[in-house]
Every structure is written in structure tokens, then in C-alpha cells.
T-cell receptor, first 113, second 114 residues
């Protein structure tokens, strides 16, 4: 099976712009989670989707949003980018409804200038 | 709220020596426990997991970990490391009630020297 894929792999944006990141889960996986990784804050949970419904959201401002499509692919959007949004954004998918085993993609490296 | 502590930010070790990376979590409620490895410019790869049953779990690449409920620990061990084991290692926990949300430790960089 193909692994979790994320596009694009690298992205450079300017403050104030918005960005959309995409994640394709492993075939058959219905749960998709997003994480932000920074040197200062480490790995932090953003949100998780299952069957097109957001089940939980981490402690991030409303500028961070996401959605899941009927084919389980997911996108996350960050509006009004700030310098502090520079990070590696990781997507993970899981086959289980409870999602206790997550498989991660390679991430999207976002740089905000 | 659940939290994970990895006390060692960096662990240097010589090749073929044993290594232990420490992980403690905050809550004694029923949890799932994981160790992930991250190589430079890559995502996270699952090394091993504890869901239930035997407290000693074996993973890929010769790693193993022991779940200790009384000490709320889940330390990772390998009897003999290789240069290729140089990477960042993350311990993670999820509550069984919300197991889709992983709480990660701050990571331990394992540096294997020849």
C-alpha cells in the first residue's frame, strides 16, 4: 500500500497570506489527524477528522482550519499567516475508528517570511 | 491534561553499546503508548506500541520498550545500536477515550558515534 502523501513538500509564503496543505491517507484509512512541529513547541495536535467530521481540535487559533472529503483526503488551511506559523505540518492516518495507530506522512515544510 | 516527559534531550552513545531512552507520562488512567522515530527531513515512523497485554513490547529495528504502570514509564531500549539509529525519538501517549489525539514528548536525539 502507498503511504500517507502530503503536498506540497515545501512552501514559502508571506505574512498575511493564506495557505492550503493537502493530505492523502493510506487507502482504507478513514481517520486523518494533523500536527504542527516546531523547534520551540515540539509536536502539537491540530485536529482530527473521521468520516468528514472534525472530532477534536487542539489549542490553536481559528486561523487554522481543516476539512475532510468523502474519499478521506484532507486539507488544512491557515489564514493570515504569521511568522510563528513556520513549521513542519504532519498529517497522519489511521485505520481504526478509535485511531490508536497512526501512520505519518513526510510533512509539509512551511516557511513564512 | 495528559503530558509526556522525555528528560534527555540528547543521548550520545558509541556504536554497538546498549541504550535506554526514558519516557514518563503524567496520568495513570488507561492509555496507549507509542515510540516514534524521525530521521532528518522525514515524517514519523512507528517503532512500537503498547495497547494492552504484555508489558514488554518489541518493535522494529531491534527496539523494545517496557510499560510500567506504577511508575508511569515507557522506556525504550536497544541492546546494541548502529550508526543508522542516529535520529530523533519521540514518546507519545493517547487516552483510551480519545485515542486519535497523540500527546508527544519533546523528543530525544540519539547520537551514535563510531
Amino acid at each position: 500500500k502507498a503511504g500517507v502523501t502530503q503536498t506540497p513538500r515545501y512552501l514559502i509564503k508571506t505574512r498575511g497570506q493564506q495557505v492550503t496543505l493537502s493530505c492523502s491517507p493510506i487507502s482504507g484509512h478513514r481517520s486523518v489527524s494533523w500536527y504542527q512541529q516546531t523547534p520551540g513547541q515540539g509536536l502539537q495536535f491540530l485536529f482530527e477528522y473521521f468520516s468528514e467530521t472534525q472530532r477534536n481540535k487542539g489549542n490553536f487559533p481559528g486561523r487554522f482550519s481543516g476539512r475532510q472529503f468523502s474519499n478521506s483526503r484532507s486539507e488544512m488551511n491557515v489564514s493570515t499567516l504569521e511568522l510563528g506559523d513556520s513549521a513542519l505540518y504532519l498529517c497522519a492516518s489511521s485505520p481504526q475508528r478509535k485511531g490508536y495507530e497512526q501512520y505519518f506522512g513526510p510533512g509539509t515544510r512551511l516557511t513564512v517570511t | 491534561a495528559q503530558s509526556v516527559t522525555q528528560l534527555d534531550s540528547q543521548v550520545p552513545v558509541f556504536e554497538e553499546a546498549p541504550v535506554e531512552l526514558r519516557c514518563n507520562y503524567s496520568s495513570s488512567v488507561s492509555v496507549y503508548l507509542f515510540w516514534y522515530v524521525q530521521y532528518p527531513n522525514q515524517g514519523l515512523q512507528l517503532l512500537l506500541k503498547y495497547l494492552s497485554g504484555s508489558t514488554l513490547v518489541k518493535g522494529i529495528n531491534g527496539f523494545e520498550a517496557e510499560f510500567n504502570k506504577s511508575q508511569t514509564s515507557f522506556h525504550l531500549r536497544k541492546p546494541s545500536v548502529h550508526i543508522s539509529d542516529t535520529a530523533e525519538y519521540f514518546c507519545a501517549v493517547s487516552d483510551r477515550g480519545s485515542s486519535y489525539k497523540l500527546i508527544f514528548g519533546s523528543g530525544t536525539r540519539l547520537l551514535v558515534r563510531p
